[in-house]
């Protein structure tokens, strides 16, 4: 490689350039008799510049000067080193816009409208009237306050008011008026007065309303629909009134001689029942009110028995009787705790109100323990209870146990039946009695002993007797469950299949992919009674822990897992490394692939091998640029893929001189300076004072130094 010389002529111009310039006040608004300070961000060095308060200048500096506007106001100060303008003591009268303007060495503009206000004081409110009376009257209270600008609001305790039906904000919000007053109009009522800088509120005012009375309302010290006789009865009577209500009583329309909120009945009879009423007056709204208590007095039942006709046989008529000491409104019967209903039960009947309850075929169902319960309007009474106990049976007769058993158990079969009094048992299998009795545990079982094994059950009271079967299966137990792949390599894109293997009655195989069921889709299969998994074809998805279920009705059992790793690649082969050396250096190239098992690398430069492995370090010599290329390849999917990357040599750059030959630089005149350099130069940049600039003719310009 030979040497190369640049040289680069070029003249110093300033032209404008671009740069954003934000203004951000201390505060905005602002209270009056405070202080701002306006900031300058984000900017540059401002040769010349103006602070600006409308139309009129309070600040212009320059290089070596700063001159102040004829409308500076008092308190106003200017920072030149910052550029920020600070405002002490502020007045209405420091509202505006204010606005820097940069002149040299850009032009550019910024500016914030400032808004100075006053303080919210002299919070007042007074009302129109406190004493009021509910539905009749009206209110208007009305608040008052300096300050600018001035937002008013409501508040009747926690709660904003807002206009409704009857309420309404005037006069800017100052006023608030409500018609036709009731209860929860009487507050505290507070005003809010606020503006942007500032808020206050008024005391807080109540209003007095009377109302009512309303929601009269009788109690008794225990509320009864109806009393027992000798009971005390004590009646209150409550309203909702301002002030509270006057009170008298009436008895059945009678006005009595009772005064006040209380009247107690003792030790009562039934003669005293009837409409007992209250009436309310409030001395201020001299409105009335009254309310009606219906009280119910009654004597109590005293004794309650069952008695039966006889002794109860199945088939066969029988009648139970409920007698009462007492008035009796109603008799229920109830059998175990639960109410009869004839209408609903058509083997039962009632009579003479209720008082005999009539079985027209007794039978098993109507076993169970009777009572009767008679009541009135103050009392109930439950008789003891009857024990129905009905001969009968066998009936309902049932064989239990399992259906199905292991080859060498033994199980255990019992049978019952319901039956009065208890039956007597016998087992038979294949026509032969095998045991008698209700329960029966075999001998170890074989395949043989599968079969139906039946219970009798016999009443030796009745004579009856009935049957129930058991069928039992037995089965030889899951074991020795594998997969296995039959030597195949789980290539991507082939097929592959899996096979499960086990001993004994299989009945079922499940086949699981990380312990997630498979099931059969457009790449999988099941064959031979679901044993053989086929996949067709393989992909990276099919990846996982394989296994499959064997099971028989007494048992499963699940294989080990088969790991399945498809191989696959290489693929997405990729090199990477510098595509530029100098000579006398060295050079390291990287090469990778997607691969299972991982890829081998083999590198060459043009056609000539230089290594293997996933790298290749190269001292760089002048025959070393060229095409490098690495070859990935698999060697049980025998595949294989390339890579390559062009490398270029380059001389290292030395011996960089800057001069001005025999020039002297002269003001306002142009000058030249010469860059030299040893190797292969691409790109020269110039810098002044250690710092890179663009070479422009504007930015050389002198014109470009002047403020």
């Known amino acids: 490689m030979g040497h190369k010389v640049l040289a680069v002529f070029f003249t110093l111009i300033c032209a404008p350039g671009l740069y954003a310039v934000f203004l951000v006040p201390s505060k905005n608004p602002v209270a009056v008799g405070t202080n701002v300070t306006i900031k300058v961000n984000d900017t540059g060095i401002i040769t010349v510049g103006?602070?600006?308060?409308?139309?009129?200048?309070?600040?212009?500096?320059?290089?070596?000067?700063?001159?102040?506007?004829?409308?500076?106001?008092?308190?106003?100060?200017?920072?030149?080193?910052?550029?920020?303008?600070?405002?002490?003591?502020?007045?209405?009268?420091?509202?505006?816009?204010?606005?820097?303007?940069?002149?040299?060495?850009?032009?550019?503009?910024?500016?914030?409208?400032?808004?100075?206000?006053?303080?919210?004081?002299?919070?007042?409110?007074?009302?129109?009237?406190?004493?009021?009376v509910e539905f009749n009257d009206t209110v208007t209270l009305t608040c008052s306050a300096s300050g600018t600008p001035l937002w008013f609001s409501w508040h009747n305790g926690s709660s904003t008011v807002t206009p409704g039906e009857r309420v309404e904000l005037r006069n800017g919000g100052r006023e608030l008026f409500i018609n036709g007053v009731t209860r929860y109009d009487e507050g505290p009522f507070k005003c809010l007065v606020k503006n942007n800088i500032s808020h206050a509120e008024t005391n807080q005012m109540n209003?007095?309303?009377?109302?009512?009375?309303?929601?009269?309302?009788?109690?008794?010290?225990?509320?009864?629909?109806?009393?027992?006789?000798?009971?005390?009865?004590?009646?209150?009577?409550?309203?909702?009134?301002?002030?509270?209500?006057a009170f008298y009583w009436m008895y059945n329309g009678n006005r009595l001689n009772v005064y006040g909120s209380s009247y107690n009945l003792r030790n009562t009879t039934q003669n005293m029942r009837g409409e007992y009423t209250c009436v309310g007056k409030n001395p201020v709204t001299l409105r009335y009110a009254e309310v009606t208590k219906m009280i119910q007095i009654v004597d109590p039942i005293s004794a309650v028995t069952v008695h039966p006709a006889g002794y109860p046989v199945e088939g066969t008529a029988f009648n139970l009787s409920c007698n009462v000491v007492g008035p009796v409104d109603s008799i229920h019967w109830m059998k175990?705790?639960?109410?009869?209903?004839?209408?609903?039960?058509?083997?039962i009947t009632f009579f003479n109100n209720n008082s005999i309850l009539s079985f027209y075929h007794p039978d098993l169902s109507d076993d169970g323990l009777y009572q009767c319960a008679a009541s009135n309007a103050v009392s109930n009474m439950t008789s003891q209870t009857y024990d129905l106990m009905v001969n009968y049976g066998p009936n309902n007769t049932e064989a239990s146990g399992p259906h199905i058993a292991v080859v060498g158990s033994s199980v255990t079969f019992s049978c019952s039946s319901v039956s009065r009094p208890q039956s007597q048992y016998s087992w038979y299998f294949s026509g032969l009695?095998?045991?008698?009795?209700?329960?029966?545990?075999?001998?170890?079982?074989?395949?043989?002993?599968?079969?139906?094994?039946?219970?009798?059950?016999?009443?030796?009271?009745?004579?009856?007797?009935?049957?129930?079967?058991?069928?039992?299966?037995v089965?030889?137990?899951?074991?020795?469950?594998?997969?296995?792949?039959?030597?195949?390599?789980?290539?991507?894109?082939?097929?592959?299949?899996?096979?499960?293997?086990?001993n004994g009655d299989v009945?079922?195989?499940?086949?699981?992919?990380?312990?997630?069921?498979?099931?059969?889709?457009?790449?999988i299969n099941f064959t031979d009674n679901q044993s053989v998994l086929y996949i067709n074809?393989?992909?990276?998805?099919?990846?996982?822990?394989?296994?499959?279920?064997?099971?028989?009705?007494?048992?499963?059992?699940?294989?080990?897992?088969?790991?399945?790793?498809?191989?696959?690649?290489?693929?997405?082969?990729?090199?990477?490394?510098?595509?530029?050396?100098?000579?006398?250096?060295?050079?390291?190239?990287?090469?990778?692939?997607?691969?299972?098992?991982?890829?081998?690398?083999?590198?060459?430069?043009?056609?000539?091998?230089?290594?293997?492995?996933?790298?290749?370090?190269?001292?760089?010599?002048?025959?070393?640029?060229?095409?490098?290329?690495?070859?990935?390849?698999?060697?049980?999917?025998?595949?294989?893929?390339?890579?390559?990357?062009?490398?270029?040599?380059?001389?290292?750059?030395?011996?960089?001189?800057?001069n001005a030959g025999n020039q002297q630089p002269v003001f306002n005149q142009s000058f030249t300076l010469t860059c030299t350099a040893t190797g292969d130069v691409e790109h020269i940049q110039w810098k002044k004072n250690g710092m890179f600039f663009i070479l422009t003719m504007e930015s050389l310009s002198p014109m470009a130094t002047r403020p």
């Open 50 to 132: 103006l602070w600006l308060f409308g139309p009129s200048t309070l600040y212009m500096w320059y290089p070596g000067g700063l001159t102040q506007g004829a409308s500076l106001q008092t308190g106003t100060e200017f920072d030149s080193s910052t550029y920020q303008l600070t405002l002490s003591s502020v007045t209405l009268k420091n509202s505006g816009l204010y606005v820097l303007e940069s002149m040299v060495p850009i032009k550019t503009r910024a500016e914030i409208a400032l808004d100075v206000q006053e303080p919210v004081s002299n919070t007042t409110a007074f009302v129109s009237m406190t004493n009021l």
């Open 207 to 245: 209003l007095n309303i009377s109302y009512g009375p309303g929601n009269l309302v009788i109690t008794a010290s225990s509320e009864k629909m109806v009393y027992v006789s000798g009971s005390d009865i004590f009646l209150s009577c409550s309203a909702d009134s301002k002030p509270t209500a």
């Open 336 to 347: 175990n705790g639960k109410y009869l209903d004839d209408d609903t039960d058509d083997t």
């Open 433 to 473: 009695n095998v045991k008698n009795g209700s329960v029966y545990v075999t001998e170890p079982l074989s395949k043989t002993n599968s079969g139906e094994y039946t219970c009798m059950a016999f009443n030796s009271i009745t004579g009856r007797s009935s049957i129930d079967s058991v069928t039992l299966a």
């Open 475 to 502: 089965y030889v137990p899951v074991s020795n469950v594998t997969v296995t792949s039959n030597n195949q390599q789980p290539i991507f894109n082939q097929s592959f299949t899996l096979t499960c293997t086990a």
């Open 507 to 523: 009945q079922h195989i499940q086949w699981m992919k990380n312990e997630k069921n498979l099931n059969s889709d457009n790449m």
């Open 537 to 658: 074809p393989l992909t990276l998805s099919d990846n996982g822990l394989y296994q499959c279920l064997a099971t028989t009705a007494v048992n499963n059992m699940t294989s080990v897992t088969y790991d399945l790793k498809v191989f696959y690649g290489p693929w997405n082969t990729t090199i990477s490394g510098p595509l530029v050396g100098a000579v006398g250096h060295n050079v390291t190239f990287s090469c990778s692939a997607d691969s299972h098992p991982t890829s081998r690398y083999s590198w060459f430069l043009n056609s000539t091998k230089l290594g293997e492995g996933p790298e290749l370090t190269k001292d760089l010599s002048l025959n070393s640029s060229g095409r490098y290329t690495c070859m990935a390849s698999n060697e049980i999917t025998g595949r294989s893929s390339n890579a390559s990357l062009e490398f270029t040599l380059r001389y290292p750059i030395s011996n960089v001189i800057v």
